[in-house]
């Protein structure tokens, strides 16, 4: 396994560029900020950008409990990556990476200012500071309603409104970077999402037919998608407990298929089948 890092300040886009560089040196494994990421898809760790405290959220970012630790270097184990990408604020950061999680010496020290302008790291840096945003670098998908314009992004604020009307405080959001920039834009239209819907609602035999389905952008475009349908359902079958299945069957498939945040599932039983 060879071991290659990208070491800047933070804020200077390391995150963004991280794509750049995996592309580059053909690096399919990142570790960021607490979190592997093999083939853009995370699949061990948390994000140190979830702790409530700076110095919680660095100590998640080296992997300093141990059982965090643990399952990221399992994870290493099972997924045998040829190169992996350290991202991390100093020299002495990755190093340190690198010896609680048992990886080989650093092949490679790559510098910020090594592949990004000045006006770059800039630019990255007032987005950090004003709008508080943090790239993660995994792929997003677009979702075209009617290939109209519309984006959607699949994720999380990492931080959220108080249950009281309090004014809520202001922390850093997470933002999914795509990388099929690489390639060209992946686009899916909404009637490829209905499609699917309409697919899995009629699976099982107490669905028997959807009506209208409707896709929709929320306002806030990190919270994902909305999706409505109405159903028809066989008399006799359990209302409540056949819309909650559906529900859950249209959500992960939805998700499993297409990578879009799917926040709600709103089914509407307008028919009932008698025959």
Known sequence: MEVIALVGPSGTGKSHRALIVSHEYNIDTIIDDGILIKDSKIIAGHSAKK?????????????MEEDHAQEVREAIEEVKPERILILGTSINMVEKIVSVLCLPPILKIINIEEIATPAEIAKARESRLKEGKHIIPVPTIE??????????????IFFKKSKSKKRRRLGEKSI?????????????????ISAIVDRVATHETAITRTGQIVIKNFQEKEKGISISLDVTIKYGYPLREEVLAAQK???????????????????????????
Request: no cysteine; glycine share 4%.
């Open 143 to 156: 979702l075209k309603p009617h290939f109209s314009g519309y984006l959607i992004d699949p994720l999380e």
């Open 249 to 275: 069957r249209i959500k992960d498939v939805v998700e499993y298929m297409t990578g879009l945040l799917v926040n709600e599932v709103n089914v509407a039983v307008k028919r009932l089948s008698i025959d």
């Open 51 to 63: 702790e409530r405290s700076k110095i919680r959220a660095v100590k998640r970012a080296i992997f």
């Open 176 to 192: 999914v970077r795509p990388i099929f920039s690489y390639y060209g834009k992946l686009l899916i239209s909404d009637a490829v």
